[in-house]
């Protein structure tokens, strides 16, 4: 006698799932799948190709869940609703380690395979996307020649100069501190946000305080550690890319013309939030 297979049984048994959707939104229209997954063209036959896109893909769908939470956590700073950014800037974080992970799975892409379909990619690189260097600038990140690799596309350029010209995560950090009655240099406060951020004594100063003394300004102290957290993921994601790099293609120029590996390791001395690194050598 054929049993018949636990999983239709239990199917069998739930009465109320639905079937009938002539008039009714699928799981598949809702997520857009059709156009998802039309989305992974090869440019070449081999069959690694599709995990080399599919990899990137996934990780600049991730990116922008991020930079939906970096925006409204940045929002949520500006009205002083920290409990609400600190709920945001948690879940950037788990996002970050999911990306990290990304790197072990594209790793089982060899030096030889990847050289199979390198060169179809012509001048295309990572080091173009856009929303990565959205959430740069979203940390304070900013260089005036990265701009130029966006005008072509006159929509996408104007978005990235409005977020190149806007305060960042730590700005709004920083003036978080200031209305909480702490000294900060007005420079600071009313710094050019085009500019990367530089160290100043009386933020750090600020920090230290909060650091001092956790319990009364516990609100001040959770903001930093949620910014500590995502610089330090970000610098985990970086570290795990240049090595990737390094195994797949060694020390090549990479197809975007950077350096490659030796780019990506001068990359790993950038700092975000410097005075939140810094002041732990001190307390």
Do not use: C
């Not at 109320?16 to 598949?28: A, C, E, R, S």
């Not at 950038?270 to 001190?282: A, D, G, H, I, V």
């Amino acid at each position: 006698m054929t049993k018949e297979p636990y999983s239709t049984k239990t199917t069998a048994n739930e009465k109320g799932i639905h079937t009938d959707f002539q008039n009714n939104m699928t799981y598949g229209e809702y997520l857009k799948l059709d156009l998802i997954l039309a989305g992974q063209e090869r440019l070449s036959d081999h069959h690694d190709e599709m995990l080399f896109i599919i990899i990137h893909q996934v990780s600049e769908l991730w990116m922008k869940l991020i930079l939906h939470e970096t925006t409204a956590a940045i929002e949520s700073i500006q009205s002083g609703d920290l409990q609400t950014s600190f709920k945001r800037l948690a879940r950037v974080s788990k996002i970050q380690s999911q990306i990290i992970q990304a790197w072990d799975v594209l790793s089982t892409l060899t030096p030889a395979e990847y050289m199979e379909f390198r060169d179809s990619l012509g001048q295309a690189s990572g080091f173009q996307s856009h929303q990565y260097r959205l959430i740069e600038f979203a940390l304070g990140y900013k260089t005036p020649h990265i701009l130029k690799i966006y005008e072509k596309d006159e929509v996408l350029h104007k978005e990235l100069t409005e977020a190149y010209h806007s305060p960042g995560l730590y700005d709004v950090a920083i003036k978080a501190l200031a209305k909480a009655g702490f000294k900060i240099n007005p420079d600071i406060l009313n710094r050019d946000y085009s500019k990367p951020y530089e160290e100043d004594e009386s933020v750090k100063d600020a920090w230290l305080t909060v650091y001092r003394d956790v319990e009364q300004y516990w609100d001040l102290y959770q903001l930093a550690e949620k910014l500590v957290d995502i610089e330090d993921w970000l610098q985990q994601w970086r570290f795990r890319h240049m090595k990737t790099v390094e195994r797949i293609i060694g020390f090549k120029v990479g197809t975007g013309g950077s350096s490659g590996v030796n780019y990506l390791k001068k990359v790993l001395d950038q700092r975000f939030f410097p005075e939140l690194w810094n002041l732990r050598t001190e307390i």
